[in-house]
């Protein structure tokens, strides 16, 4: 199938097959994601968009098919040079660390170019120093967008399920990525926490390309631009949600009854 490519995509990934012994979980693949987009990937379970985005993040290498992202191809980059260029991810299981506070699990998104020797370290060297009020500057401005400001000494599993998301986002905030891949990070949020979370996307997104992958087809509508419908491994459509959403394909293979319209 022929995807429309972007004029200067930020992402794109070309013919992406991934096998697992006799499972093939992405059977030929393709994308470009524009810079500043906001682009969505739904698609029913098991259809392979957690892959794809382990795959576009370096964490896992593909069986054929290329990535670049910013224009350079990654394979055989280990993710943390990828993540280094400026590319952050939140997962779909693994959201936070609950007996960690707040604050400790923001430190957990520190970024690789805040890490000093063990020597800058004790003898306090300028880059050391300046790069730490850099950091705590950053802890502030990430606590205030996630509005998490008043509960940095909390314990993240105390708090309410769609907070602790909130928070996952902040972690992949803390390196101010130029490319976000979320993966479901609206999955189990009440109508409330849905629409805060889609507040924060929209606060967050200036600047920034987003690739969110994502069941409630609520927050595909109301935040992306496009959306791509992957089905069993395959590339079913690219377009605009209220587009992609009523392709005969789709709603056979992957709405039906879930439709929330
Ligand atoms: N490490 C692995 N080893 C073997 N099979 C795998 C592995 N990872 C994924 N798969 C298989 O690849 C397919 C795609 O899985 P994937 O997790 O990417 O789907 P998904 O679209 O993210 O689904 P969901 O909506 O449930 O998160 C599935 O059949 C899955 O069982
Ligand atoms: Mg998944």
Do not use: W
């Not at 990654?74 to 991810?89: E, N, Q």
């Not at 936070?96 to 000093?116: D, I, Q, W, Y």
């Not at 967008?145 to 905030?173: F, N, T």
């Amino acid at each position: 199938m022929t995807i429309a490519a972007a004029e200067r995509p930020v992402v794109s990934a070309r013919d992406i097959v991934k096998r697992y012994g006799g499972v093939t979980a992405l059977n030929g693949v393709s994308l470009d994601v524009e810079e500043g987009e906001i682009f969505g990937i739904i698609g029913p379970n098991g259809a392979g968009k957690s892959t794809l985005f382990d795959i576009l993040c370096g964490i896992t290498v593909p069986t054929s098919g290329s990535i670049r992202i910013m224009g350079s191809e990654i394979s055989g980059m280990p993710p943390h040079l990828i993540a280094r260029s400026g590319v952050a991810r939140t997962f779909q299981r693994t959201a936070v660390f609950a007996e960690s506070t707040v604050l400790e699990n923001l430190l957990f998104g520190r970024h690789a170019s805040f890490h000093h020797g063990v020597l800058g370290r004790i003898v306090g060297s300028k880059s050391y120093v300046r790069d730490q009020q850099a950091f705590q500057a950053r802890v502030e401005e990430v606590l205030a967008l996630i509005g998490l400001d008043g509960e940095r000494h909390r314990k993240a599993g105390v708090l309410a399920y769609g907070v602790q998301r909130r928070l996952a986002v902040g972690i992949a905030l803390m390196s101010d990525p130029k490319i976000m891949f979320l993966d479901e990070p609206a999955a189990g949020m009440n109508g409330r926490e849905t629409a805060d979370f889609i507040a924060l996307i929209r606060a967050i997104a200036p600047g920034r390309t987003i690739l969110i992958v994502e069941h409630d087809m609520a927050v595909i509508r109301q935040l992306c631009g496009r959306a791509l419908v992957v089905v069993d491994g395959k590339p079913v459509v690219v377009d605009a949600p209220h587009h992609v959403l009523s392709h005969p394909e789709v709603v056979t293979a992957y709405l039906g009854a879930d439709d929330d319209e």
